[in-house]
């Protein structure tokens, strides 16, 4: 992408309904523009950023053996009243009435609508087990919609359900739902920890939550330090295989960390002093296990093997895909702007012109484009006639991880300047090396 052609409106100034870093940068990028509140249009950067995040959560449930399908955001009023809900869920629903004065409602979550697909058409235990999946946008009117999509009331986020025999088979859903996740956050560059929780209005027993530390987290967290060494790495796991998903699940689960919601004094009083932690957490996922209680409220119930009906055991699992942008922006930025990580970088790095106009500049700069367009990466080309400070400020701002530096006194040399845009280190090398520098790192992730 050319940026003479592209549509990034950036921000000089800070904008002041701004209260924290991500949503500053956002604004201030380009990203998103708020339409309402806690209701905004993606720009282009911004858009690229949230397809990325998504295609990682698609690749990792498709890896899980998760399939993907899609519901509709407005249902009808008559599935919640079944199971209750539609009164239990309180203001944050956005209801609606149609022209036939028939209650609607923007989804907030779908337990409801999957379980009526299941019962519509599973009838026999032979069929299970069965995960689906969505990435689709949710409403919840929320009380106080603050820090940009962070928390929001459109929001996107992925939902998935899992329909289970057992207790045995949906816990290892469970088990398997979080070694899956562990996996896709580390992707994206984040340390998200899971954490016991509350199941709130889902309702169930067992659950956890993932949160990525930060000063801005809205969840009070405590945990044993230890956690944090903790990484999953490029594991090579069977997701089918119960014991391997319950020995990383054991792994990652048994040291203290917990919300404040399921913090327990005395418990986290017999982690050593010196790894005790108090923080904050930003929630960017949770999974339940919450056993028959929809299939049975719902009757959703498959012949059993004795052919006696049995209502199927059920859990759900959520990313929220959209916060996922501030929430890797919090964990990587510095007073210049964000530092995307290599596997959500909107463009794999940037070219920068410092003489626009130049021939030799110019060519060597789209010698660069084509190269780097030809092993299936997307440079992001500044090709403004703008002084070299404008430009730096605002590959810096947008935080692309990695810049090439074309200029003419450079090319007299036969090099480009390679910059990263993390520890800000630069090399001077042929642009050859440079390429092939930048396609190595990403096809190392
Ligand atoms: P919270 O406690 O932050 O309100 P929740 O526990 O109600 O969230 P879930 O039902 O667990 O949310 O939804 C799954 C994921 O969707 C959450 O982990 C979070 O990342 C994301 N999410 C929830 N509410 C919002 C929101 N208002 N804006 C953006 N993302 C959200
Ligand atoms: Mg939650």
Sequence with gaps: MRLSRYFLPVLKENPAEAQIVSHRLMLRAGMIKQSSAGIYSWLPLGFKVLRKIENIVHEEQHRAGHMPMLMPTIQSADLWRESGRYDDYGEEMLRIKDRNDRDML????????????????????????????QIQWKFRDERRPRFGVMRGREFYMKDGYNFDLTKEDALHAYNRHLVSYLRTYERMGLQAIPMRADSGPIGGDDTHEFLVLAETGESEVFYDSAVTDLTFGDRDIDYDNVEQCAAVMQEFT???????????????NQVPEDRRMTARGIEVGQIFY???KYSEVMKATVQGPDGKPVPVHMGS???GVSRLLGAIIEASHDDKGIIWPEGVTPYHCGIVNLKQGDEEADAACDALYKSLTALGLEPLYDDRKERAGGKFATMDLIGLPWRITVGPRGLKNGVVELTSRRTGESEEITPELAVQKISEIYAAL
């Excluded at 048994?254 to 986290?268: G, M, S, V």
């Design 106 to 133: 923007f989804t907030p979550t779908a337990e409801e609508m999957i379980t009526d697909i299941f019962r519509s058409h599973v009838g026999s235990y032979k069929d299970l087990p069965l995960t689906m999946y």
């Design 317 to 319: 699992h959520g990313i």
């Design 290 to 292: 919450f056993g028959t």
């Design 254 to 268: 048994t040291k203290y960390a917990r919300t404040d919601e399921t913090h327990d004094e005395a418990l986290f």
